[in-house]
């Protein structure tokens, strides 16, 4: 994959090398982590499991050095994530989800010799919630990097593309939540303007390898890219206008260009005077779109 220039905004390096990361998690102890009458249930990647609240189960995918684990809480209701690397827990951020997704496992991705499992974890609702885990390993296992994805429940995650800009970047298409039940600020109380959950725009993003670790593209990069899905939102069916104007006026900031003049040509007459805050909201999405939440596995004294 291409280096990129521009520099991560994420701190700490999500990277494991050496003999500690070659741990087999299939020998991790299940102590705490079963159904009260045995061991984990195993996932393999490519299965989806809906839970049974009738039968309280663990379940387990392993993964290299990595051990992914969905709980039972609440009595068997939901279940809660606990991700375990080289023997230690390391992250346990997805909570109450009932659907536990480990995909099919993606091969010389995202760098040649290196193998990804996108885990979803989704908790059944209307719209949300979904959050992720990105769990990567190299060389025989002997680096791995770790990433758990959210915007609030309400981003999801699709199955890898290529992308070419130059050269070919392998992405995650991601979807920027900043503009569901949309209502432009500036407006008076009495019959605001705003967009239902259905009218709302589902804007793509894409997440990028940058070295050890994931995070969102910015703008200028993928030109190409969102040409097509401004191509895509032009020639879409029944979009509510308004909606329709925001993602191109989205799309084409994140190709670098001026987004306001896209949204005085094509916003509703109606809209048409929030349109400064209109762009400054746009403009604010693409800047704060932070789903990637690096995990450290290194250990630290």
Known sequence: MRK??????????????????LALAAALPLAGCGDGEGEAVPV????????????????????????????????GETLDAKLVFDEREVDASARGFVIFNPRAEVR???LPGCRTLPVEMYSGGANCCFTY????????????????????????MGNPETLENGTASLVFPISDPAFQYYQPRGQSDENPLFLSGADSPALTRFLIFDETI???DQAGRHQEAY???????????????????IAIA???????????????EL?????????????????????????VHTIDLIKHP
């Open 4 to 21: 990129t220039s521009d520099s991560p905004r994420r701190g700490r390096v999500a990277a494991v090398s050496g003999a500690a990361a």
């Open 44 to 75: 393999k990647p490519g299965e989806e499991v809906r839970i049974d609240s009738s039968a309280a189960k663990t379940y387990r995918t392993d993964f290299g050095p990595f051990a992914l684990l969905a709980e039972p809480e609440f009595g």
């Open 108 to 110: 010389d991705f995202p």
């Open 133 to 156: 885990y990105i769990l990567t390993t190299c060389t025989d296992d002997s680096v791995s990097y770790a990433s758990y994805i959210d915007a609030n429940g309400k981003s999801s």
């Open 214 to 216: 994931w995070r969102p």
């Open 227 to 245: 040409d097509i899905l401004i191509a895509q939102v032009r020639n879409a069916a029944d979009m509510h206008p308004a909606a329709r104007a």
């Open 250 to 264: 989205y799309y084409t900031a994140m190709k670098g260009d001026e987004s306001l003049e896209v949204l005085e």
């Open 267 to 291: 916003l509703p007459v109606d809209w048409a005077p929030y349109k400064e805050l209109i762009n400054a909201d746009i403009l604010d999405a693409i800047e704060n779109f932070e789903p």
